[in-house]
């Protein structure tokens, strides 16, 4: 029997353990996950809190653009300086969510009065139609 694996998700940080690799996919994330390069007893062997920290150092690695703002050794030490990097993250990405959320919501009140405008656009359309058959039925 093959030896089971231990993979992970690299979005979530979800993980499982596999025989084949290309079962290797999150339930939640629907994406293929990663080997981690530890064996299934050893990882079985840790604790939750050491399985989640090796988890999320993997996690931070594999996000380029955060380790591009964080300098290597300040990586592996400084887990404030990275608390600090992902709230600023997270800030940013709120900003972006509340103007993306204003655009919306300008948009829906400008198809309002397009749709407005439309249906009295057609309103006068077929008065004017109407009127227009009236008007050969008297002649
Ligand atoms: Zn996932």
């Not at 840790?46 to 300040?74: G, H, N, Q």
């Not at 709120?94 to 057609?122: C, F, G, P, Y």
Request: aromatic fraction near 8%; proline fraction near 3%.
């Amino acid at each position: 029997m093959r030896e089971l694996s231990v993979y992970y998700c690299p979005k979530c940080g979800y993980f499982a353990f596999y025989q084949l690799p290309q079962n290797a996919v999150c339930h939640q994330c629907s994406r293929d996950m990663t080997r981690l390069d530890i064996s299934y007893q050893d990882f079985t062997a840790l604790d939750y809190e050491e399985r989640d920290r090796l988890i999320s150092a993997k996690m931070v690695e594999s996000a380029p653009s955060l380790v591009c703002r964080i300098t290597a050794p300040e990586k592996l030490h400084c887990q404030r300086k990275l608390v600090g990097t992902l709230i600023q993250h997270i800030l940013e990405l709120e900003d972006e969510v509340n103007s993306l959320n204003k655009t919306i919501d300008w948009m829906h009140d400008t198809i309002w009065k397009q749709l407005k405008i439309r249906q009295a656009l057609t309103a006068e359309l077929q008065d004017l139609k109407a009127a227009s058959q009236t008007e050969h039925l008297d002649s």
